[in-house]
């Protein structure tokens, strides 16, 4: 089973990497919230972002689509500078279009899925290829009932959002995202708003997207998913980026103390009754 | 308790106010039409990100909800015959209408845009829509629900308020009824008969107000069908 037939990008040479984030920085106002930011991705890499809330990890997430503008540094994706291009004197804003453009072949799913209430399952999952890609109704219905099934949700096509269960509606968005074809999949947080006996079927799907090929950046809580699905887990806290490292190592042998410290509180709670 | 006299008055002016309330009607009809194209744009330009064009918009805004209506009819139909412009009295009825309206629409629309939740146009970005495409497909179907019950209060206002265009001699309802109470002196008949065809006229879209207010309260979604 396989979620599309772009999951894994054509052969390019194993050095250019898919995402190039380099000393990315974001203020708002006086608060620096990403501090100088460098990581590459490889193509078909899984990358888990994990830290403690207000480390920047979502917001570095969302600089990765340009739902927020790096302040300072530059991100490329596949080697095109995102969002912004070389003017005459430094980068300038790229415009709407061409903005638009570059984010159809990243994928993104929210931490509140942001599903449009106003359209039925298989429509929400539709309307990217048919507005943005121009792919004819008849085919992005028959994209749309084929991903519907990959993720479980098949008869809930006709179905409005608000009939769904939280997860079933994370895996509307997650069917949605994967509609436009994507090369790269970000994931903010995807399964945070879940009853926790819901968190496991959306992971499921996650899980097998990875096995699929696709790359994917994770911002998470969830220590367990991370461990088994990453090639490489990044740590954040304050704006930057701790310690990264396999996630054998960086779950058990932990070499920066704020890590350590991070992964003790979060292990402690996860053994509570 | 009616004579057979004013009864036979009543069933003489009929036809009239009749024909009158026709126009009525279409100048309410013209003037919402241009109201709401109008509202929307001027909605669409404020929220821009070219700062001259949301402030025209701002000031167009404040300058029509800070001057009477009257006085913009006025200025449309006498005011402007002093640069040679000479619209005839319907049409500049309403224009000024219109464009009176336009400024409480745009503040409509704008609140039913804003109220839309943010995430919603991120999802949109997200799929690679352009901010056009954004507010089309995704943003406005879900502000309709917002808009449209006071967007209905205003065409119960403005049927209301094409009376004022019997100052400036525009065919209408108002007019004819001050015509025939001019001619015959029967004020009490004559208002209270305009005035139940005013009633008959905005009744229904009150009730109209009333069936989108229980429809959209509940938070049931319009689907416009758009994918």
């Not at chain 1, 302040?71 to 709407?96: A, C, S, W, Y």
């Not at chain 1, 298989?122 to 943005?132: L, T, Y």
């Not at chain 1, 926790?196 to 959306?202: A, Q």
């Not at chain 1, 499921?204 to 696709?214: C, S, Y």
Request: glycine share 8%; net charge positive.
């Amino acid at each position: 089973m396989s979620f599309s037939a772009t999951a894994i990008p054509a052969a390019t040479d194993a050095d250019e990497p898919l995402v190039r984030i380099q000393s990315v920085h974001k203020h708002y106002g006086a608060l620096h919230v990403l501090k100088g930011i460098d990581l590459d991705i490889r193509p078909g890499e899984k990358v888990s972002i994990i830290g403690p809330s207000g480390s920047g990890k979502t917001t570095l997430l969302r600089c990765v689509n340009y739902l927020e503008r790096p302040t300072r540094g530059q991100i490329f994706i596949n080697g095109e500078l995102l969002g912004q291009k070389q003017g005459r004197r430094g980068f300038v804003e790229l415009d709407d279009r061409s903005l638009a453009r570059q984010r159809t072949g990243i994928g993104m799913v929210f931490q509140r899925f942001n599903l449009f209430p106003h359209l039925t399952v298989s429509q929400n999952v539709e309307i990217g290829p048919v507005k943005v890609l121009k792919v004819s109704r008849a085919e992005a219905r028959e994209r749309a009932i084929g991903l519907l099934g990959k993720v479980g949700l098949a008869e809930k096509r006709d179905a409005y959002p608000e009939m769904l269960s939280g997860g079933q509606q994370q895996r509307v968005a997650i069917a949605r995202a994967l509609a436009m074809q994507p090369t790269l999949m970000l994931f903010d947080e995807a399964t945070s708003a879940l009853d926790p006996e819901l968190v496991g079927e959306v992971l499921n799907v996650m899980a097998q997207l990875a096995a699929d090929g696709m790359t994917m950046m994770i911002v998470t809580h969830e220590m367990q998913f991370a461990e088994d699905v990453s090639d490489r887990v990044i740590f954040m806290d304050g704006g930057q980026i701790v310690e990264q490292g396999p996630p054998s190592r960086l779950f058990g042998a932990p070499e920066h103390p704020r890590t350590r410290g991070f992964l003790r509180a979060v292990l402690q709670k996860r053994t509570m009754p | 308790m009616i004579s057979p006299q004013t009864l036979a008055l009543i069933r003489e002016w009929l036809p009239q106010l009749l024909v009158a309330a026709g126009q009525t009607l279409q100048m309410t009809v013209w003037a919402y039409a241009l109201g709401a194209v109008m509202g929307l744009l001027i909605a669409l330009g404020g929220m821009s990100r070219q700062r001259w064009l949301s402030g025209l918009c701002r000031v167009y805004i404040e300058f029509i909800r800070g001057t009477p209506t009257l006085i913009q009819l006025f200025l449309i139909y006498f005011g402007l015959t002093s640069v040679n412009i000479v619209i005839p009295g319907f049409q500049a009825a309403v224009i000024a209408l219109g464009a009176h309206y336009a400024a409480y629409m745009a503040e409509v629309y704008r609140s039913g845009i804003v109220a839309v939740d943010s995430g919603q146009r991120e999802a949109a970005q997200a799929i690679g829509m352009r901010r056009g495409q954004a507010m089309a497909y995704v943003i406005f179907p879900q502000a309709v629900r917002i808009i449209l019950p006071p967007m209905t209060n205003f065409a119960i206002s403005l049927l209301k308020d094409t009376s004022v265009a019997s100052l400036i001699a525009a065919p209408e309802l108002m007019m004819r009824a001050n015509d025939i109470t001019s001619e015959y002196y029967m004020p009490m008949q004559v208002y209270l008969l305009s005035g139940a065809m005013y009633f008959a006229m905005s009744y229904p879209l009150s009730l109209g107000v009333r069936y989108l207010e229980r429809r959209f309260g509940r938070g049931r979604q319009l689907n416009l069908n758009l994918a």
